[in-house]
């Protein structure tokens, strides 16, 4: 449900352009309750997503027959493209591809978590990407790699025996 207008700047990095903040309004929402909005920050290990989506929006996107829409994602036809298209399309890829049918769209979501926490954002910060009201829900879409996990324990090492050789 992403419009064109859901792009916009971010006075932090300018040079993204329009690219930098991407503000949702159909958020999921609990049961009974009205769409849930927030605004997902582009960072910069991601900086290959935003040249990709400024090549869709300047380039591509253009060229399609877009008739009275401000859809930022589109079909051949030029209306909005579905949820359970993208999915169908996305299990298609993934077959041809020969993948575990396990990987869906939604696991894109589940590694996007995964990534910023091995990058260094802090719990929060990912909570509020992702819209999660709780943390908890946030900790279960992370799954870190085995080179993160040492990393972290090299660091925790680190700082037991550095703390030890200060005190002796």
């Known amino acids: 449900m992403l419009d064109l207008h859901d792009l916009r700047p971010n006075p932090e990095v300018p040079h993204w352009g329009s690219y930098g ?15 849930r909005r927030r605004t997902i920050l582009a960072v910069p290990e991601f900086e290959w ?13 253009p060229r399609m027959k877009a008739v009275d829409t401000r859809a930022l994602w589109l079909t051949e036809r030029g209306s ?16 041809d591809l020969g993948l575990d049918k396990t990987l869906t769209l ?16 802090a719990e929060r910060f990912v909570q509020e990407q992702v819209g999660h009201n709780a943390s908890s829900t946030t900790a279960i879409y992370t799954s870190v790699s085995d080179d993160f996990k040492n990393r972290m324990l090299q660091e925790a090492l680190s700082r037991v025996h550095g703390q030890k050789e200060e005190s002796a």
Request: without cysteine; hydrophobic residues 40%.
């Open 106 to 121: 939604h696991s894109l979501r589940h590694s996007y978590v995964t990534h910023l926490i091995e990058f260094g954002y």
């Open 49 to 61: 997503a935003i040249d990709g989506l400024k090549v869709w929006v300047e380039q591509l996107r």
């Open 80 to 95: 909005r493209v579905a949820y359970r298209h993208a999915n169908q399309r996305f299990a298609l890829i993934r077959d």
């Open 21 to 35: 903040k991407i503000h949702v309004r159909f958020g999921k929402a609990l049961p009974g309750s009205p769409p």
